[in-house]
């Protein structure tokens, strides 16, 4: 399935909720006795419907696009600060370029204090792929920096997660860009 397939789905449970939205007070407004309350009671229910029925087909969605046989993930993690500012990074499994991402100082903020971004996921074959992430931000005296970190994935056939991990290392007073593999 592509993209493309999943907004029909939540448009039609968009308009659905509106028009249960809409239909609640033209309901309420047309009848003065008791009656008012229960087809309230009754549209209530029907939204916690909707809103649980789009919960389940998002998760169906991640599950139909994503199988755990070829699932594979990267998150991108931030303990740096004094030796990098982070602008960019660009994620490549073998030739073809996956992710890439440019940062707001926001977002840096927010992986600093601990946040992790999950960079990438998506579908990968099993057997021997070669995954390469490039690093790009201000480092050391203000200078242009650009580091690059290569990790031979061997895929099986369960999910693989890898994570990029950007750190100071203070024996040379660089930043140190790896890639791991979860378990």
Do not use: C
Request: glycine fraction near 6%; avoid cysteine.
């Amino acid at each position: 399935m592509t993209p493309d397939h999943r907004t029909p789905n939540r448009r039609l449970l968009t308009w659905v909720a509106l028009l249960m939205l809409a239909w609640s007070p033209l309901s309420m407004a047309q009848d003065n006795d008791g009656q008012a309350e229960s087809v309230g009671m009754e549209v209530e229910q029907l939204r916690k419907q909707v809103i649980e029925l789009n919960r389940d087909l998002f998760v169906l969605e991640e599950d139909l696009l994503f199988p755990a046989s070829t699932q594979f993930a990267v998150f991108l993690s931030v303990e740096t600060g004094e030796f990098l500012s982070l602008d960019a990074v660009k994620l490549k499994v073998g030739d073809d370029v996956v992710a890439s991402h440019l940062y707001t100082a926001r977002q840096v903020d927010a992986l600093r204090r601990g946040g992790m971004q999950r960079l990438h996921m998506g579908n990968l074959k099993t057997g021997e792929h070669e995954v390469t992430v490039f690093v790009d931000g201000i480092g050391p005296e203000n200078r242009p920096y650009r580091k690059a970190a290569t990790y031979q994935l061997d895929k099986g056939t369960g999910t693989a997660t890898l994570e990029v991990r950007i750190r100071d290392r203070s024996s040379d007073y660089q930043p140190a860009v790896e890639l791991v593999e979860w378990e």
